[in-house]
């Protein structure tokens, strides 16, 4: 696939089967990943990898987070969140480390963590690899960033979820017209 293809055709697949991307396809995944345009050389950012047993214990952070701010959720709310991560053999957490500099906020680092977690996404579709980049109340959770490992200067950009897609959804391609204005030619 050349990498204009790759650009305009990349999509989320939300129902993702096994398999899980192989050790030589996460690898080029990652190193895409820190290739994302970094202010500072900072590479601010860190990655989770969990498959296997590790969603289900993923699953459990989930139920015993939501757990500590609502005492009695429901057995239908406590299934779907032990569910939530078994939907892909294999999770990429991203996570931002924000470091001090006096050149680089916040923000641009947590851009640059962005940017990484779409360089999994293009490496991962680019090699037949099929992913969706998930977000949702527990990547802001602060007891299940606790459970993960995470320190005081970091911050859950996303859960990448990876697999087989049964089908690619067919998206139309924007037209850039509505989002592009020109500005400033006399
Ligand atoms: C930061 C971020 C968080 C997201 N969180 C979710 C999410 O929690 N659930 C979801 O269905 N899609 C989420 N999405 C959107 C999907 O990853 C995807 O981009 C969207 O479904 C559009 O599909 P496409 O990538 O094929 O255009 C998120 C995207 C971003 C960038």
Not at 35 to 41: N, T
Not at 91 to 115: D, F, M, R, T
Request: aromatic fraction near 6%; hydrophobic fraction near 45%; charged fraction near 20%.
């Amino acid at each position: 696939m050349n990498a204009l293809d790759l650009l305009l055709k990349r999509v989320s697949s939300p129902v993702l089967d096994e398999p899980a991307p192989t050790a030589e396809q996460l690898d080029l995944i990652y190193r895409a990943a820190l290739r994302a345009p970094d202010h500072g050389g900072l590479r601010p950012y860190r990655f989770l990898q969990i498959e296997g047993d590790g969603r289900e214990k993923l699953g459990q952070v989930f139920v015993d987070a939501a757990r500590a701010e609502q005492a009695d959720i429901s057995e239908q709310e406590v299934q779907k969140l032990l569910n939530a991560p078994l939907r892909a053999p294999l999770i990429i957490v991203a996570i931002a480390s924000l470091q001090p500099h006096p050149k680089v906020p916040a923000v641009e680092q947590q851009l640059a963590a962005g940017c990484a977690a779409h360089g999994i996404l293009l490496a991962a579709f680019a090699q037949g690899v099929d992913a969706i980049w998930r977000s949702g109340a527990m990547a802001f959770n602060s007891q299940v960033m606790t459970r993960l490992g995470l320190e005081a200067n970091e911050q859950i950009i996303g859960f990448i979820y990876l697999g087989k897609a049964r089908k690619h959804r067919v998206v139309p391609c924007p037209q850039p017209g509505e989002f592009v204005q020109k500005w400033g030619r006399r």
